[in-house]
């Protein structure tokens, strides 16, 4: 095997670069190792063009392998990975946004970078992923305006280094809430920011601009490190012909569509005027060029213009399309309830045309979700999902399917949102919140994020601070030359520089989500972007306040009832039974769910009160007996020296003869029969032999009367 490595130290831990020829038909390859967590990647690109595209094809595949951390993954009959799992989707997301942006978009040959992870200890595989794409893309001969470089930066406690920053911190932080204060994975390039990925614990704005500062010092270490490898071992770039359009079609373009472009893309806050202007110029090319299939080049020839203008109109003129101010936020809609007695919980929320409703599903423990990782299995309590039907968007397509976006788009709000849940104790519930995305005109998750916190305090969940998002865009010509765009919308979105998703409390930030379209964007300019999402973010939690000021003092009737109630660990063991006998019995006889946890932590979930009847049950078999305790049983077994008592179902006591009656008794069975009811007192318990005694006459001097 041919091998050359390169080493560089990065948050105080080697990583090691590998180039062999294992993967030798990859166009690019590269295995990256960071403690004894390995990641592989590769990077190919077609050999023909592929006609009548539109757009350029970019796959990313983050592949989990349960064989890295030594598991075999799966069910009793399915052992091999299937499916992605939601980390790896998120995971794909994450390496893409952060990739594609360097790429030519007029590239009509597909590209794919597969990232494998070989081998798992507690190092963040989708870091080494990301710079692992990086660098095979690099020295690959696909063309690509890269290396990037991506390091998770963190504040856990006010540990470690300058402002208790931690660079590639293990993800146990992530996953032990109280241990950060936020958790941030950054990439970028040339000292600008192209993604991040960030949850926190109610950060400060100027907090996180200064985590990005130091993760941008990290970065560029990657850069640097990439770029000698590239210098030595780089293969020389495949020049592709960029697609060319004919001089009668840019005359056709001046003459019938550039003059009434303006007057279109400013006609509203719609966009129907732009997008019947770019169907009429669809119409007129098709009649003018019958003969041909591929119209790619006129189509970008009108989104071109369209990106010209509207960045020359904000950034010169301090116009936005529907003639918004700079910072202001769309017309502000929101309800909570009020759509159905059936549903736990309801909310509804408007930001101009976007329109989200949500709804909360409450649930017992035993409704988490269990998440079969390469490393752990896992319990969610809280759980939300995103949907976007095709009318969201006024379009025909398929439904029932949920895309890599719809996956993204949950795993944000759930980020969000997560940070202000009540803690088990205080609320025993599973929740999980669906979003339907009703219509859409920019940024649908911030949106969820609103109205899944109406559906939250709708049903009676005791959050810490409701949570609210706002999409923030630019418009760039340069360092010094460009406009930052609150709630974007529409054409906004699709033209502007960057999406910077950033959704909090009125006290601070709880998550981030930034990708960009081009190359990066400086740092000072996201943290203008994150004090003026401040504000956006305030207007919306006021809105949100007016409709409901606090959650509900109960939930839904229709909820289930949930009672939590303590019992030894060695007690776990006499409510299951052998075989779970007893647990089934507990079950069957009063319809509640039981979920008991190693702790000895007992919920019990129903309605109609089983959860009562079964906490009355397990409170009585776990009941233990004092001295001078006085209650009734009932005699179940008669014997010469005494008989015995059955206090609960799976305790029984002792009553000596001497302690039946207040006089002598000749013998037990005078007096006592199986089957009586009696009253006894307890005088003695043997906890080391599990032996109660009792006595009747203690309990009741009459009960036994001489005759």
């Known amino acids: ?11 105080g831990k080697t990583l090691t670069a590998s180039f062999t020829d294992l ?11 960071y403690g004894e967590t390995i990641v592989l990647a590769t990077a190919c690109m077609s050999k023909d063009r592929q006609e009548g595209l539109g757009f350029f094809n970019l796959t990313v595949d983050y592949m989990e392998r349960f064989y890295a951390s030594g598991k075999i993954s799966g069910s009793r009959f399915v052992k091999r990975e299937g499916k992605p799992s939601e980390d790896a989707i998120l995971a794909s997301r994450v390496i893409d946004r952060t990739l594609r942006p360097l790429f ?20 963040d595989s989708v870091i080494l992923a990301i710079n692992a794409a990086s660098l095979a893309l690099l020295v690959s001969n696909i063309p690509w305006a890269g290396p990037i470089g991506a390091v998770r930066i963190g504040k856990y406690n006010g540990e470690n280094s300058e402002k208790g920053f931690r660079i590639n911190a293990s993800p146990k932080f992530r996953e032990e809430g109280s241990q950060y204060e936020f958790d941030l994975t950054v990439c970028g390039k040339g000292g600008k920011i ?19 500062e130091k993760a941008s ?33 840019v005359k056709l373009f001046k003459k019938n569509i550039l003059p009434e472009m ?54 010169k003129e301090n116009k936005r399309a529907d003639g918004r101010a700079m910072d202001e936020v769309r017309d502000l809609y929101a309800k909570a309830g009020g759509l159905s007695s059936i549903l736990h919980g309801s909310g509804i929320f408007y930001r101009g045309g976007t329109h989200v409703l949500s709804v909360l599903t409450l649930g017992g423990p035993e409704d988490r979700h269990m998440v079969d990782g390469m490393t752990d299995k896992t319990e969610k309590r809280f759980m939300h999902h995103y949907n976007f039907p095709p009318y969201s968007g006024g379009e025909v397509g398929r439904a029932g399917f949920t895309n890599r976006r719809e996956v993204g788009h949950g795993a944000l709000v759930e980020k969000a949102l997560s940070m202000v849940l009540p803690s088990p104790s205080e609320f025993p519930y599973t929740m999980r919140v669906v979003s339907e995305s009703m219509a859409s005109n920019g940024s649908t998750s911030q949106a969820s994020i609103c109205a899944a916190t109406l559906a939250l305090m709708d049903g009676g969940v005791p959050i810490k601070a409701p949570v609210a998002g706002v999409a923030m865009g630019l418009m760039y010509l340069s360092d010094d030359e460009y406009k930052i765009l609150t709630d974007i919308q529409g054409p906004e979105d699709h033209h502007g520089d960057m999406d910077f998703k950033v959704a909090g409390t009125k006290q601070g930030i709880t998550a981030i989500q930034f990708d960009v379209k081009v190359e990066g964007v400086p740092i000072k300019i996201l943290g203008e972007a994150m004090r003026q999402s401040k504000n ?12 409901i000021s606090a959650p509900r003092r109960d939930i839904s009737p229709n909820a289930p009832k949930i009672l939590m109630i303590k019992i030894k660990p060695d007690q776990i063991g006499m409510v299951i039974g052998s075989g779970g006998k007893i647990i089934k019995e507990i079950k069957e006889k009063t319809g509640a769910e039981i979920t008991i946890e190693d702790d000895g932590t007992v919920y019990l979930t129903g309605k109609a009160g089983s959860p009562e009847k079964a906490r009355d049950i397990i409170e009585e078999i776990t009941h233990e007996y004092a001295v001078g305790d006085m209650l009734q049983g009932e005699i179940v077994k008669v014997a010469e020296f005494g008989a015995f008592v059955r206090l609960n179902a799976s305790t029984d006591g002792m009553v000596h003869i001497s302690e039946l009656a207040p006089f002598r008794v000749e013998r037990v069975s005078d007096i006592i029969k199986e089957g009586m009811i009696v009253p006894v007192k307890v005088i003695k318990v043997d906890a080391e032999r599990g032996k109660i005694s009792l006595s009747i006459k203690e309990a009741d001097k009459d009960f036994f009367r001489k005759t």
């Open 104 to 123: 030519d978009q007029n590239i009509r040959h597909a590209v794919q970078v597969i990232t494998t992870v070989i081998s798992l200890d507690d190092n």
């Open 194 to 212: 192209n993604m991040i990925e960030a949850s926190a614990r109610e950060a400060k704005e100027e907090d996180l601009e200064d985590a990005l």
């Open 217 to 249: 010092a990290e970065i560029a270490k990657l850069e640097n490190f990439q770029k000698k490898i590239a210098a030595e071992i780089g293969k020389e770039k495949r020049v592709i012909e960029k697609e060319k359009i004919d001089e009668e079609s």
């Open 1 to 11: 095997m041919q091998k050359r490595e390169y080493t560089i130290e990065v948050g």
């Open 536 to 547: 956006a973010r305030i207007s919306i939690l006021d809105k949100i306040h007016t409709e």
């Open 23 to 33: 993967a030798e038909q990859a166009h690019g390859s590269v295995m990256l190792k």
């Open 262 to 315: 303006k007057g279109a893309i400013f006609s509203g806050p719609g966009k129907r005027e732009i997008d019947e202007l770019h169907s009429t110029w669809n119409k007129m090319v098709k009649e003018k060029y019958p003969e041909r299939e591929d119209f790619a080049p006129e189509d970008h020839l009108f989104d071109d213009t369209e990106n010209e203008i509207l960045h020359q109109s904000a950034v």
